[in-house]
């Protein structure tokens, strides 16, 4: 997570806030960018969902009902996850002797997971709030953690729909193991190195991530509730999970035998190299339960560009600007957002619905990021705001 070097630079220039856009077919845009495409665009509404009493929130996670969640400064100088109903951004607090809390992930019931701070930056807990209460997982048997602050060595909390959640939790030997856990935490282990990380978690509680082999390289990995398969590399020396669907398909990237980095998508027997958009590298970031893929590649020019992989070409969805883009997260309906240079020079949410790719502007600031979409076409992000708004 890069969030904790966005907040330092955010505190001595504006306000982000949290942002929810709606991209919903219409005859007449509204005032949208359109990058390619002569087809009527999207109508987009934005809100801000605010904050809790400060001038920062960051939106993360939505569910199919559009309830969101992410994290935000409070009055008190704090951070506070919440959860945003609709209408209003309410604070779920954090653990007792707590001082801030993160959260990363929603499901369909509204439950909501993610870490809660202690006393030090290495104290870190993984939490499920399940609609009333906070409840602490525990850990695999050892907090704080011996290396790396909190943010670097959780990363995400991820849950799925029933209430399962995967993390990375500290063992006694001072390790970070990937868990699962479905009212028992469970080590999944590693790959016969010290370490694990997670990426994604589906409906049939599979987890897909990271971890260091006996020889000291990182492949990718999935655990299908019992096992911890290895899925090899395209022929170099690494591979890194990115996303997981519920068909057990997992996407990510890996390197090559000339070692450069390609997206790759793993079918359950084969890992397949996705190519590039014309230039050396390829990174694969987010993945639909139709097998579509979502990432961003080199072009021949040297500039990144979003992509969309359908099961056969990978396709450019190009740029709001004259640079660069990256795809963050991919519907069911095969819808993208992510962002985009723009010809100001700073990047801003993009969504693209299979032909156009739409400037989702900001709240009054310079840029805006697009982190997840569900299949309403609902959009979670973060924009800068004007300065003196808050």
């Not at 400060?54 to 009902?65: D, I, K, T, V, Y």
């Not at 104290?123 to 953690?145: A, E, I, K, M």
């Not at 709001?320 to 883009?325: C, D, F, N, R």
């Amino acid at each position: 997570m890069h969030t904790a070097r966005w907040i330092h630079e955010l505190t001595t220039i504006v306000c982000a806030v949290a942002w929810l856009a709606s991209c919903e077919d219409a005859a007449t845009p509204t005032q949208p960018h359109i990058a390619a495409g002569s087809a009527p665009a999207p109508s987009v509404t934005v809100q801000d969902l605010g904050t809790l009493g400060a001038q920062l929130s960051f939106g993360l996670a939505l569910n199919a009902r559009g309830e969101a969640t992410g994290y935000s400064a409070t009055a008190q100088g704090q951070f506070h996850w919440f959860l945003w109903d609709g209408s209003a951004m309410r604070d779920l607090g954090a653990l007792p002797g707590a001082a801030n809390s993160y959260a990363t992930d929603i499901n369909a019931r509204g439950e909501v997971a993610g870490w809660s701070l202690g006393s030090t930056d290495y104290d870190c807990h993984p939490v499920l709030w399940d609609g009333t209460t906070l409840r602490d997982l525990g850990s695999l048997g050892r907090n704080p953690f011996t290396e790396g602050t909190c943010d670097e060595a959780i990363g995400h909390v991820l849950l799925n729909a029933q209430g399962d959640v995967a993390g990375v939790s500290g063992t006694p030997e001072g390790h970070r193991h990937a868990f699962f856990w479905d009212g028992t935490m469970h080590d999944l282990g590693t790959l016969g190195g010290a370490f694990s990380t997670i990426a994604a978690l589906n409906a049939r509680g599979h987890v897909a991530g990271s971890s260091t082999t006996a020889s000291g390289a990182t492949d990718a990995f999935l655990w299908d509730g019992a096992t911890m398969r290895d899925l090899g590399t395209l022929g170099g020396t690494s591979s890194h999970a990115a996303a997981l669907n519920d068909a057990g398909q997992v996407v990510g990237y890996s390197a090559t035998a000339s070692g450069d980095f390609h997206a790759f998508l793993w079918d359950g027997t084969t890992m397949r190299d996705l190519g590039t958009l014309g230039g050396s590298v390829s990174f694969a970031t987010a993945l639909n339960d139709a097998g579509q893929v979502a990432g961003y590649s080199a072009t021949a020019s040297g500039d990144f560009h979003a992509l969309l992989w359908d099961g056969t070409t990978m396709r450019d969805l190009g740029a709001l600007g004259p640079t660069g883009s990256i795809a963050t997260a991919v519907n069911n309906a095969g819808q993208v957002v992510g962002y985009s240079s723009t010809a100001s020079g700073y990047p801003h949410a993009f969504f693209w619905d299979g032909s156009t790719m739409l400037d989702l502007g900001t709240l009054g600031g310079t840029s805006s990021f697009a982190y997840a979409i569900n299949g309403a076409g609902q959009v979670i992000g973060t924009s800068w705001a004007a300065p003196g708004v808050r």
